[in-house]
């Protein structure tokens, strides 16, 4: 289950995103989560995914 919180999600990926996958979009297919909603949630707190870096900032 994914953190409620967009400050704790945005660690949480960032996390994940260094550590574990590739992509945004390889994370997204292994732990079945939907990329837009995820983008969605963290653009309404400001944040917004950087494909070069591999991270939300």
Do not use: V, W
């Amino acid at each position: 289950m994914l953190p409620k919180d967009p400050m704790i999600l945005l660690s949480y990926l960032n996390t994940k995103l260094r550590d574990e996958y590739p992509s945004l979009e390889a994370l997204c297919e292994d732990l079945e989560l939907d990329r837009g909603a995820l983008e969605e949630t963290l653009g309404a707190a400001g944040f917004r995914y950087d494909p070069e870096r591999k991270r939300f900032q």
